[in-house]
């Protein structure tokens, strides 16, 4: 169940979807947008065997194979998100969800988001001349800033 602070999902249209894929040279097919599209829907940044479950109930011809190569693509082209598992033996989660935001990851797993507003405040909060700085001394561009906070449950 999505908290209900959750954002609104900014992921891409199934047009922005069909745009983007073609302008990288992919072929759009009706499995990559109905996986695409059922990765949107989700607030609970499935793993691909959740993927796939939910995409099975709609398609029973979309395979396990066919979502971890679709989701393989999509995180590539940096139309997805994959948060990497807190711990061993956890499956990586993806979002559709790629503009900045702020992930709060539970022992078990699972991943929510923190809410718009503190999520901007917590990435707001970096100073953009510590940012330079850090790229300058490990001689990289920073491109971006993904923050997965390690949670437990309770106060």
């Known amino acids: 169940m999505a908290p209900d602070h959750a954002h609104l999902c900014k992921a891409l249209s199934e047009e922005e979807l069909t745009a983007a894929l073609g302008e990288a040279g992919v072929r759009v ?43 393989e693509t999509l995180t590539e082209l940096g139309l997805v998100r994959r948060i990497a598992p807190d711990a061993p033996g956890q499956g990586c989660r993806f979002d559709a969800e790629i503009a900045p935001h702020v992930h709060m990851v539970m022992p078990d797993g699972c991943v929510s988001d923190v809410p718009d507003d503190l999520s901007e405040e917590i990435l707001g909060s970096i100073p953009a001349s510590l940012l330079d700085q850090l790229a300058k001394r490990m001689g990289v561009r920073i491109n971006g800033i993904k923050i997965d906070l390690s949670c437990t449950p309770g106060r």
């Open 29 to 71: 097919t009706r499995h990559r947008t109905l996986i695409y599209l059922t990765l949107a829907k989700l607030a609970t940044h499935p793993t691909a065997d959740e993927l796939h479950d939910a995409v099975h109930a709609e398609d029973t011809k979309v395979s396990l194979a066919t979502v971890y190569n679709t989701l």
